[in-house]
């Protein structure tokens, strides 16, 4: 099981930093833009825990789920799929992805809580997500053992 997560992490991370090294502007357009780094969710923690900014992992129906957020861009591994997309505030904070082979499992999601340590995303097609907060290196605390894996 930590095989598979840290796998999901890593895999993450390549993902996102590929992902978004790549949806950049220039550094002169970049300088004149305000900072549209996600702030409070609905729900949980203060502003500076509520930001989604980072790396998370976590397992939902026995299979591994990674999300990284970098500002308002966001790279989602779930079941197989990746997905990218953006982070919106829309009065709570909003996933809204595509997913490169067209699955729609996890393309519009709600940020439901986040305390800084655990984030909590419910998707329009029904999935919900419980997340941890990955420090760079390292796994996740809190993640379930035991579960097969397929």
């Known amino acids: 099981m ?3 997560v840290r796998r999901s992490v ?3 991370g390549l993902v996102a930093a590929l992902a978004l090294t790549g949806c950049g502007s220039s550094d002169d357009a970049a300088k004149d833009k305000p900072s549209t780094t ?3 969710a609905g729900g949980g923690g203060d502003a500076a825990s509520g930001n989604i900014e980072g790396a998370w992992a976590g397992v939902t129906e026995s299979k591994a789920v990674s999300l990284a957020v970098t ?3 966001a790279v ?3 079941d197989g799929h990746a997905c990218t997309g953006e982070v919106s505030d829309m009065g709570k904070q909003m996933l809204s992805l595509k997913c490169a082979d067209g699955n729609t499992d996890r393309t519009m ?3 439901e ?3 800084g340590k ?3 995303i419910s998707w329009d097609a029904g999935a919900k997500d419980t997340l941890s907060k990955s420090a760079a290196g390292k796994l996740p605390t809190g993640l379930p053992t035991g579960i097969p894996t397929p």
Do not use: F, Y
């Open 38 to 40: 996600p702030t409070q």
């Open 118 to 120: 655990t984030l909590v």
């Open 2 to 4: 930590h095989k598979l």
């Open 71 to 73: 500002g308002t861009k």
């Open 113 to 115: 809580s986040n305390d």
């Open 10 to 12: 890593a895999a993450a």
């Open 76 to 78: 989602l591994l779930a």
């Open 109 to 111: 999601g709600t940020i």
